[in-house]
Nanobody, 121 residues
Framework: QVQLVESGGGLVQAGGSLRLSCVAT????????MAWYRQPPGKQRELVAI???????NSADSVKGRFTISRDYVENVVNLQMNSLRPEDTAVYYC???????????????WGQGTRVTVSS
């Protein structure tokens, strides 16, 4: 059983910062990509940033220069440092990981339960 557990959401004023963390636990053989997605109110889920096992990063244009994704490969943690937050960053943020569980040959997508970020103007 593999689980992703997020933490760090909350309410912040525009211009402020928050740091989200997500830890993958359970019967994990290996993890490829780890990523953060978000779903603003009334909108579809969208990719915020993704970091591969090789350390390559891709992020949405709307967050470039403000958000930074990082990983701890030993602890199976992915973080999202969010600076200069804007009201339009308000969303539920989800952690995602491509995991190969022990005893399995394939990789599977796992999702966290989501953490809410609200940015007030």
């Amino acid at each position: 059983q593999v689980q992703l557990v997020e933490s760090g959401g909350g309410l912040v004023q525009a211009g402020g910062s928050l740091r989200l963390s997500c830890v993958a636990t359970g019967s994990i053989h290996n993890i490829n990509d780890m990523a953060w997605y978000r779903q603003p109110p009334g909108k579809q889920r969208e990719l915020v940033a993704i970091m591969t096992s090789a350390g390559n990063i891709n992020s949405a244009d709307s967050v470039k220069g403000r958000f930074t994704i990082s990983r701890d490969y030993v602890e199976n943690v992915v973080n999202l440092q969010m600076n200069s937050l804007r009201p339009e960053d308000t969303a539920v943020y989800y952690c995602n990981a491509e995991v190969r569980p022990y005893g399995r040959d394939n990789y599977y997508d796992y999702w966290g339960q989501g953490t809410r970020v609200t940015v007030s103007s």
